[in-house]
T-cell receptor
Framework: QKEVEQDPGPLSVPEGAIVSLNCTYS??????FMWYRQYSRKGPELLMY????GNKEDGRFTAQVDKSSKYISLFIRDSQPSDSATYLC?????????????FGTGTRLLVSP | DTAVSQTPKYLVTQMGNDKSIKCEQN?????MYWYKQDSKKFLKIMFS???????INETVPNRFSPKSPDKAHLNLHINSLELGDSAVYFC???????????FGEGSWLTVV
C-alpha cells in the first residue's frame, strides 16, 4: 500500500463546475499538506499549503485536511478550462528541507468549455 | 528570469552511457532536490542537499551521483544508464525551513 493514495482520473467536468480532488494517507505523522498543479510538460507548482487539520481558502481554491480520517481535499469553484492539469497532493512530517515530501500519483483534471 | 533552471530539457541516450543533468536556482535558497517522475506520473524524491551537504538519499542506486559545487547548483550524474532510468527528472529548491518547493521544468531522459 502506498503512503499516499490518489485517484488518477481523468476527471472531466464542464466549465463552471465545482471540482473535488482527494487524497488519503496512512502515515499519521504527516503534519504538512500541500496541493501542487502540474501542466503538461511542466514542473509542479504549489497551489495550497496547510499545516495540520482545518480549512484554507485562496480565491477559487479551498484545501481541507481531516487528520482523524487521514483525508485531504482540494475544492475548485467555478472551474475554468485553464484549470485543466494534473493535481498532486503532497505531505511531509516536518520542515521541508529535512523531511521528505511524499506525493500522491496525481489526478488529471479536464475542464471543458 | 527562470527561478530553477535545468539542462538539458530532453535527452535521448543509449544504455550503458554516462550522462549529466545540470540545475541552477537563482532564488537564494539553501536547499536543493532531485525528484524522479516515472511514466505513471509518480513523483518521488531522490536526494536533497542543504548548503552543499547531503540530507536525504532515498535508496537511489549508486549509479546516481549528485554533486553540489555551491548552494545554487545541484547536478545529477548518472553512470551506466539502464532502460529503467527513463523518466522525467525534476530539480527543485526551497529554504530548509520553508514550506514551498519550487520545481524546474524537468529533464526528459529516454534510454534506448
Amino acid at each position: 500500500q502506498k503512503e499516499v493514495e490518489q485517484d488518477p482520473g481523468p476527471l472531466s467536468v464542464p466549465e463552471g463546475a465545482i471540482v473535488s480532488l482527494n487524497c488519503t494517507y496512512s502515515n499519521s505523522a504527516f503534519q504538512y499538506f500541500m496541493w501542487y498543479r502540474q501542466y503538461s510538460r511542466k514542473g509542479p507548482e504549489l497551489l495550497m499549503y496547510t499545516y495540520s487539520s482545518g480549512n484554507k481558502e485562496d480565491g477559487r481554491f479551498t484545501a481541507q485536511v481531516d487528520k482523524s480520517s487521514k483525508y485531504i481535499s482540494l475544492f475548485i469553484r467555478d472551474s475554468q478550462p485553464s484549470d485543466s492539469a494534473t493535481y498532486l497532493c503532497a505531505m511531509s512530517e516536518g520542515a521541508t528541507g529535512f523531511q521528505k515530501l511524499v506525493f500522491g500519483t496525481g489526478t488529471r483534471l479536464l475542464v471543458s468549455p | 528570469d527562470t527561478a530553477v533552471s535545468q539542462t538539458p530539457k530532453y535527452l535521448v541516450t543509449q544504455m550503458g552511457n554516462d550522462k549529466s543533468i545540470k540545475c541552477e536556482q537563482n532564488l537564494g535558497h539553501d536547499t536543493m532536490y532531485w525528484y524522479k517522475q516515472d511514466s505513471k506520473k509518480f513523483l518521488k524524491i531522490m536526494f536533497s542537499y542543504n548548503n552543499k551537504e547531503l540530507i536525504i538519499n532515498e535508496t537511489v542506486p549508486n549509479r546516481f551521483s549528485p554533486k553540489s559545487p555551491d548552494k545554487a547548483h545541484l547536478n545529477l550524474h548518472i553512470n551506466s544508464l539502464e532502460l529503467g532510468d527513463s523518466a522525467v527528472y525534476f530539480c527543485a529548491s526551497s529554504q530548509v525551513t520553508g514550506n514551498t518547493i519550487y520545481f524546474g521544468e524537468g529533464s526528459w531522459l529516454t534510454v534506448v
